[in-house]
Structures are given as structure tokens and as C-alpha cells.
């Protein structure tokens, strides 16, 4: 599905991804934890194409295409996805309209016919429901004047309406209450299957609790630095990452 | 001075008709009148040089002309072809208490009543003005009598043909607890010089709801002005929507002139190409308790220039004012110019005011968040065009009315997001 070598990346000319690996096969999931300022989002960041995201050395590989060729478009519509931690605002442009012309987007580059006004509006109260928002959050502007807990759970149902093959999910578990965290939980759990892999990126052991990933990996420094089960998460969760800290003078010093 | 103009002030001074005494005192203004240039502060963005070697026809065009009607609306279409009237005002069936009519043929009282108030809604100080009130021949009269709801929308085409000068003018007078809706187009072809000017009365407790859509072909020379009294109680929601053309300039006054009245004034434009579009708005607030929400929403693409001058103005009687004005401009070209300002002039002390004026770029942000959900980024860019103005649109009164004023912006607004 995916497979990262060697990715190095930087941010207004401040490396921030230092020869990152990983290698994500068909239906996993994968848990990425890691301190503040690790590089956790800029990962998500890059695999999306977003601008100013620049990578300086290593590949990507998705699904047999070179990811880092591919427009943020063009990602997308290979199926990568990405719930962004603070989804943006978007007055003026109505849920609705938006999840249309997106899941129209997806259909096309899948040749599959558009979706008719009223199975569009099916599919999306159906997703609406699954992630327990009211139907009237169609007729809003994108995200807008959404709580942060709102904000989660419409990346959730878009990612459900759009049917990726990787989801990346930043953060979605920051800032929600232990409700909305089930919510969430569960809109994941629902997608999970033999070809949908998952990249959950998170600070806190909490989510996995709900969400029972099958790799957990700790990115430092830019990179990979321990990759291990869900017990490793538990580890994190008692001890924090002071580990990492000898392991990185370590490093320094050799 | 301007050729043009002195051809003006010639053919003011020449003409001779019913209505001449009421057109004296503008042809003696405009006598007096220095020809503004870029020094004279209100068109210090707007040149009007353009108007130095014109050679425009004065006498309307035969040409035909339907009228399209608007999908889901009732409408009273009355079509004007270069200042002339072409609808026969006898064979309309009007609803009780709406009256249509020349000014030059209206009956006594109506004359006497709408001689009362012409051009003296309209402020002195608008020179187009000056010359729609010494040239416009077949001045409109709209009369509401009081307490009726008039439910069809008056459609007011205004069309210009290529080559032409024509002015037009038009009087409304909405009386007490009456409730009407208008709207005015103005249209045309190829070069024409067009000033078209209107007129409200808005009584106690009426409801005028207005929208006035200026979309002239791109060789336009257009000044036009909406001008408002509104009197105790009088709520006023107009909506302006232009699309500039090489020199399009527009005035609008509102009055409060009885307490408690309430005006929205909506204002959006869409601008491509090199077109220019100017407004100048002035709001004044003599009585106390009066509410004005403005909103202006202009999107400049390409070589196109936006002028905006927004002045609210609270005289010291009128405490307890709400006043709002926000113009908020989206330049989608390094080649665009925006020219933005809003003043505020309070001399009450009990009132709530706001003001504010921006320049942006599209949101990146937004853009990307678009892209990473499949969307192309030229469809994007036309989306987040439509939403900044679709926020305006979302508060007509009359969702039908939107979806037909959609069907002409988006078109617009994909071409501009390409280019």
C-alpha cells in the first residue's frame, strides 16, 4: 500500500523529517506517537502534497505510484486521505456542495457514473448519522462555526463518503470528550477492512484503547526510532518518551 | 472642459418640454459646473477621460427586444430601450393600489406629487445626476398607495444599445405600511453611455425590497444612483449587484429621515477582465434609532479595478444608531487594484457603530483543504469565489430570485478563477 524510504522533508528551510522508513501493507493499522515537534503532522502534511511541505530526499511509493509526483489532488483521488487536525473554515461554501463535488471527484477517477442528487443526499445522512451529526450540518458552511469536536467527527464522515484506501488521521482524538472519542473510534472501526489501512497519529494511548492498531511506531527527530505492538503504546503511556532521550545522545555520539 | 460634457450642457440649455421648469435648476448647476478630474476627491480612482472623444447617437434605437421572464417569479416587466419607454403602461393589469406612469402624462394630483419629489431625494452633488435631471425624457412614476402588498416583483429593464446615449429615470414612492418589491437591470451593447437613476420614497412602516443588477456589456460608460428616504419605521433591503465595464460608476444615498427605520444595502461585485466598477455610498442618519447594515463583497481578477467609498454619517440627533459597514475584497491578480474606503462620522455619543475594509488573497488553506478531498484547484478556486459571495446571496428574501441571480454569476465567476 505504502512505502516510505529514506524521507527526508523540510519546512521553511528547517529540516523537520530525517530519513524516515515505513512500510504500511493492506488492511493495517498503524499507530505513530512520538514527542511534541517530533514531525508527526509535517508526515501527514507531506504524504498530502500540501505546498510548502518540501521534500529534499527519499520516496514514496503508494499503491505502485511515485506519491511525491502526484498532485494533492491527484493523492487524493488515489485514495489517500488525510483528517486534518484543525480543519479549516470555509464560509460561503455549503457542506453539501463541498462533499458532493469531492465524492464526484473520487467517482470519476474510479469511472464510476456521478452520483444522482438524491443518492448523494442518501449516502451523506447516512454518514452524518454514523458520526452522530445533526443533518442541518449539510446545509453549513464547511466547518463553519463547527466545534472542535464537530470538526473531528465531519473529517470522519468524509473520510466514511469517500472511501480511501489510506486514511491518515492527525490528531483526531485531540481535543474530544470521551463521547466524541467513541464516536470517532467507532467511524474508524466501521471502515476497517482487508484493503483500508489506517495511520493514526496521536500523543495519547486513549484512542488506541478504542482503536486497536496492529503496528505502533515512535517517531523522534524526524524518523522512525522504535517501532513495536500495541504494548508499546501502553510503555509510553506509563513511562513517557524519556527513553528516547538516551537513545538520541546515543546517536549524537556514535 | 470635456467636449462631451459641453454637448451636455448644450443639449440641457436647448431642451424644451413639459417638464423644464423642474429640470431648471440642474441645467444652471451643471452650467456651473467644473469637469472633475483626478483631483476632485470623489473620482480620484474613476477617470472619466474616456468620455473625451465620444460620438454617441442621442435618439433611441428601434430595436426589438423580449424579455426573458425569471423561472419561479412573478414579475411586472417594464422594458425602457435607450431611455424610452417600450412597454404600454395602459395594457398592464396591475394589482390594487400599484399605479405605473410617465411623469409626463401622469394625471394632476400624480404629477403634483411626483414633481414634489423629484431630484430632491437625490443630493445635488452627484454631476450625472445633474445631467439624468436635464436629459432623462420618459421619467418613470411608481406610486404604492398605502397599506397595499404588492406581490409581483417590478422588473425595470433598462437596455442600451451600441452607440447610443440615453438617460433614464425613475420615481418611487412607497406609502405608509405598503410593501412592494423592484428590481432594476440595466443591460446593453457595444459602446453606450448610459446614466440611470432612481429615486425612493420609503414612508412609515413601509417595506421596500430592491435589487438593482448592473451588467452593461464590457464598452459601457455607466453612472447610475439609487436614492433613498426612509421615513419613521420604513425598512429598506436593496442589492446591488455589478459586474463593471470600462467605466461604471454608481451612487447610492440613504436618508433616515423618520426614527426607527432600517436599511440593509448589500452590494456585490464581480470583477474581471479590465472592467472598473465604483461605488460610492453615503448614509446619513438624522433621526434617532436607525439601523444600517452594509455590506460590500467585491472579487477582482485579472487587469480589473474596484473602487469602494463607503461613508456612514450620524448627525448629533441620532443617538441610539446601529450602524455596521464592512467591505471585504478579494483580489485574485497581482495586476487587480482594490481602492477601499470606509469612513464613519459620528457626532452622537450614544451609538453603536462598525466599520471596516479588507484586501486578501484566497486562502491557501482553504484551497489545499479543497485539493486533499479530490478536488482539482481551478474548481476549487471557482468554489471559494462563489462562497464569499454566495454568503451575500444566502440573505436575499427571495430564493428563487438567488437561483436566478446564480445562473449569471457563476458563470462569471468560473471565468474569472481561470484566467
Known amino acids: 500500500m505504502l512505502t516510505i524510504k529514506n524521507l527526508h522533508a523540510r519546512v521553511e528551510q528547517i529540516q523537520i523529517l530525517n530519513g524516515l522508513d515505513l512500510i504500511i501493507n493492506p488492511?493495517?493499522?498503524?499507530?505513530?506517537?512520538?514527542?511534541?515537534?517530533?514531525?508527526?503532522?509535517?508526515l501527514g502534511y507531506v504524504l498530502s502534497g500540501r505546498e510548502g511541505y518540501d521534500v529534499t530526499e527519499g520516496e514514496v511509493h503508494f499503491k505502485d505510484e511515485n506519491l511525491l509526483a502526484l498532485d494533492i489532488e491527484q493523492r487524493a483521488r488515489h485514495g489517500l486521505f488525510l483528517a486534518f487536525q484543525y480543519p479549516v473554515e470555509i464560509p460561503g461554501v455549503s457542506n453539501m456542495e463541498f462533499l458532493k463535488e469531492s465524492v464526484n471527484a473520487m467517482r470519476l477517477h474510479r469511472r464510476q457514473e456521478p452520483l444522482s442528487a438524491s443518492d448523494f443526499l442518501k449516502a451523506a445522512k447516512t454518514a452524518c448519522q454514523q458520526v452522530q451529526l445533526p443533518l442541518d450540518f449539510l446545509k453549513r458552511g464547511v466547518n463553519e462555526g463547527f466545534s472542535g469536536g464537530e470538526?473531528?467527527?465531519?473529517?470522519?464522515?468524509?473520510?466514511?463518503?469517500?472511501?480511501?484506501?489510506?486514511?491518515?488521521?492527525?490528531?483526531?482524538?485531540?481535543?474530544?470528550?470521551?463521547?466524541?472519542?467513541?464516536?470517532?473510534?467507532?467511524?474508524?472501526?466501521?471502515?476497517?477492512?482487508?484493503?483500508?489501512?489506517?495511520?493514526?497519529?496521536?500523543?495519547?494511548?486513549?484512542?488506541?484503547?478504542?482503536?486497536?492498531?496492529?503496528?505502533?511506531?515512535?517517531?523522534?527527530?524526524?524518523?522512525?526510532?522504535?517501532?513495536?505492538?500495541?504494548?508499546?503504546?501502553?510503555?509510553?503511556?506509563?513511562?513517557?518518551?524519556?527513553?528516547?532521550?538516551?537513545?538520541?545522545?546515543?546517536?549524537?555520539?556514535? | 472642459m470635456n467636449p462631451w460634457f459641453q454637448g451636455v450642457v448644450a443639449r440641457a440649455e436647448a431642451k424644451s418640454d413639459s417638464l423644464s421648469p423642474l429640470r431648471q435648476g440642474a441645467v444652471h448647476s451643471l452650467k456651473e459646473t467644473t469637469w472633475p478630474g483626478r483631483r476632485t476627491e470623489h473620482w480620484k480612482y474613476t477617470s472619466l477621460s474616456v468620455l473625451e472623444n465620444l460620438e454617441l447617437v442621442h435618439t433611441p434605437s428601434n430595436q426589438e427586444l423580449t424579455v426573458a421572464a425569471i423561472e419561479n417569479v412573478q414579475t411586472i416587466d417594464l422594458l425602457f430601450v435607450d431611455g424610452k419607454l417600450r412597454t404600454d403602461l395602459t395594457a398592464l393589469q396591475l394589482p390594487a393600489g400599484l399605479t405605473i406612469s410617465l411623469l409626463d402624462k401622469a394625471d394632476g394630483l400624480q404629477y403634483v406629487i411626483a414633481t414634489s419629489f423629484f431630484s430632491q431625494i437625490k443630493p445635488k452633488r452627484h454631476l450625472f445626476g445633474?445631467?439624468?435631471?436635464?436629459?432623462?425624457?420618459?421619467?418613470?412614476?411608481?406610486?404604492?398607495?398605502?397599506?397595499?402588498?404588492?406581490?409581483?416583483?417590478?422588473?425595470?429593464?433598462?437596455?442600451?444599445?451600441?452607440?447610443?446615449e440615453a438617460h433614464q429615470r425613475v420615481l418611487v414612492r412607497v406609502q405608509q405600511a405598503?410593501?412592494?418589491?423592484?428590481?432594476?437591470?440595466?443591460?446593453?451593447?457595444?459602446?453606450?453611455?448610459?446614466?440611470?437613476?432612481?429615486?425612493?420614497?420609503?414612508?412609515?412602516?413601509?417595506?421596500?425590497?430592491?435589487?438593482?443588477?448592473?451588467?452593461?456589456?464590457?464598452?459601457?460608460?455607466?453612472?447610475?444612483?439609487?436614492?433613498?428616504?426612509?421615513?419613521?419605521?420604513?425598512?429598506?433591503?436593496?442589492?446591488?449587484?455589478?459586474?463593471?465595464?470600462?467605466?461604471?460608476?454608481?451612487?447610492?444615498?440613504?436618508?433616515?429621515?423618520?426614527?426607527?427605520?432600517?436599511?440593509?444595502?448589500?452590494?456585490?461585485?464581480?470583477?474581471?477582465?479590465?472592467?472598473?466598477?465604483?461605488?460610492?455610498?453615503?448614509?446619513?442618519?438624522?433621526k434617532a434609532h436607525g439601523k444600517t447594515t452594509e455590506q460590500v463583497?467585491?472579487?477582482?481578477?485579472?487587469?480589473?479595478?474596484?473602487?469602494?467609498?463607503?461613508?456612514?454619517?450620524?448627525?448629533?440627533?441620532?443617538?441610539?444608531?446601529?450602524?455596521?459597514?464592512?467591505?471585504?475584497?478579494?483580489?485574485?491578480?497581482?495586476?487587480?487594484?482594490v481602492n477601499t474606503k470606509p469612513e464613519l462620522e459620528i457626532y452622537a455619543d450614544d451609538v453603536q457603530c462598525a466599520h471596516g475594509a479588507t484586501v486578501a488573497e484566497i486562502e491557501e488553506d482553504a484551497l489545499n483543504y479543497l485539493q486533499t478531498r479530490g478536488i482539482a484547484r481551478d474548481q476549487a478556486l471557482v468554489m471559494l469565489n462563489v462562497g464569499f459571495i454566495q454568503e451575500l446571496i444566502n440573505q436575499l428574501p427571495d430564493p428563487h430570485l438567488a437561483q436566478w441571480l446564480n445562473q449569471g454569476l457563476l458563470p462569471r465567476l468560473k471565468e474569472i478563477a481561470i484566467t
Open chain 1, 27 to 42: 488492511g493495517e493499522v498503524h499507530a505513530i506517537m512520538g514527542p511534541n515537534g517530533a514531525g508527526k503532522s509535517t
Open chain 1, 151 to 254: 470538526k473531528k467527527r465531519n473529517e470522519i464522515m468524509q473520510m466514511i463518503l469517500l472511501e480511501p484506501s489510506l486514511c491518515i488521521l492527525d490528531e483526531s482524538d485531540s481535543g474530544l470528550d470521551v463521547d466524541a472519542l467513541q464516536v470517532v473510534a467507532n467511524g474508524v472501526n466501521s471502515q476497517r477492512n482487508a484493503t483500508r489501512s489506517f495511520v493514526i497519529i496521536t500523543h495519547y494511548q486513549r484512542l488506541l484503547d478504542y482503536i486497536q492498531p496492529d503496528f505502533v511506531h515512535i517517531l523522534a527527530n524526524g524518523k522512525i526510532v522504535k517501532s513495536g505492538t500495541a504494548a508499546l503504546a501502553q510503555q509510553i503511556e506509563k513511562e513517557g518518551y524519556a527513553f528516547l532521550n538516551t537513545a538520541t545522545s546515543l546517536e549524537i555520539k556514535a
Open chain 2, 130 to 164: 445633474l445631467v439624468n435631471d436635464a436629459l432623462a425624457n420618459d421619467i418613470l412614476f411608481i406610486s404604492v398607495a398605502s397599506k397595499s402588498i404588492i406581490k409581483p416583483l417590478i422588473r425595470i429593464i433598462s437596455h442600451h444599445s451600441a452607440g447610443h
Open chain 2, 178 to 286: 405598503a410593501s412592494v418589491k423592484i428590481i432594476e437591470q440595466i443591460e446593453g451593447q457595444g459602446q453606450h453611455l448610459s446614466t440611470n437613476f432612481t429615486e425612493f420614497e420609503v414612508s412609515e412602516h413601509a417595506n421596500l425590497e430592491h435589487y438593482r443588477l448592473i451588467q452593461p456589456s464590457a464598452e459601457a460608460l455607466h453612472f447610475g444612483g439609487n436614492h433613498f428616504c426612509l421615513h419613521q419605521h420604513a425598512v429598506l433591503n436593496s442589492t446591488l449587484l455589478g459586474f463593471g465595464s470600462v467605466l461604471s460608476r454608481t451612487d447610492i444615498d440613504i436618508l433616515h429621515n423618520g426614527e426607527h427605520a432600517n436599511a440593509k444595502l448589500n452590494a456585490i461585485s464581480v470583477l474581471g477582465d479590465s472592467a472598473h466598477f465604483d461605488l460610492h455610498s453615503n448614509v446619513e442618519h438624522i
Open chain 2, 297 to 337: 463583497r467585491v472579487i477582482v481578477g485579472d487587469k480589473a479595478n474596484a473602487v469602494f467609498n463607503g461613508r456612514i454619517h450620524i448627525h448629533p440627533k441620532a443617538q441610539k444608531t446601529q450602524a455596521a459597514l464592512h467591505n471585504r475584497n478579494l483580489l485574485l491578480s497581482r495586476r487587480g487594484q
